[in-house]
Each structure stands twice: as C-alpha cells, then as structure tokens.
C-alpha cells in the first residue's frame, strides 16, 4: 500500500525556521499536483503551497515570501522550507499528493494524505 510519511514538524521560536518532509514510501513514476495545507484549532484547512500540473507554484497569501515548497525527485519527497516563522503559523500541516504514479502499479493514480505533522511556533 502506497502511503506518504511526514516528518519535520515542532515547537520553534517566532522568527525561526522549519523544514518539512513528505516522502513517499514507493518509486514514482508521477505526480499531478503536490500541495501543502494546515489547520489551526478551530479553524477550516487552508492551502499553504502547491506545485501544481504543469509546474505551477502557488502559494497562500499569509506565507508568499517567507516559506518555499520543492521536490526532489529522486528522494521521492516533497518539501516544505518555512522562514521567519509567526505565532499565526501554528497549525497541524498536512501534505497532499494528487494523482500520484507509482512504478509497482503504473495503471493506477492515488491520491495520497500525510498524517499530519504539528508547527508550533511561540512568541
């Protein structure tokens, strides 16, 4: 069964950094779209970052400038560099694989779900 690890989260100082990881567990042959989201408590998921069909980058307008998504292919993993962290960033981050080609089921597409990893950043 395919499935998506993250890895990278934790508690850091307002004006830190963070890097997260979302690696998927078997060889890709494809991906459609890579995106980031997060929740805080109480409030609805929001996207965060995504690279989407065709290479396009988008970000969420509360992060433009401060965090960067990437990939590496090789790796098989998804990035997620978070700059000049806030207290507002604080959330659960979820990475989201759509369309995903594995190479032991090459006629099949998944879409794939991170199990969430916690961002806490303190003032």
């Known amino acids: 069964q395919v499935q998506l690890v993250e890895s990278g989260g934790g508690l850091v100082q307002a004006g830190g950094s963070l890097r997260l990881s979302c690696g998927v567990s078997?060889?890709?042959?494809?991906?459609?779209?890579m995106v980031w989201y997060r929740q805080a408590p109480g409030e609805q998921r929001e996207l965060v970052a995504g690279?989407?069909?065709?290479?396009?980058?988008t970000y969420g307008d509360s992060v433009k400038g401060r965090f960067t998504i990437s990939r590496d292919n090789a790796k098989n993993t998804v990035y997620l560099r978070m700059n000049s962290l806030k207290p507002e960033d604080t959330a659960v981050y979820y990475c989201?694989?759509?369309?995903?080609?594995?190479?032991?089921?090459?006629?099949?597409?998944?879409?794939?779900w991170g199990q969430g990893t916690q961002v806490t950043v303190s003032s």
């Open positions: 989201n694989l759509v369309g995903v080609v594995v190479t032991t089921a090459p006629l099949m597409k998944y879409n794939l």
């Open positions: 690279i989407i069909s065709g290479g396009t980058i």
């Open positions: 078997e060889s890709i042959l494809s991906i459609d779209d």
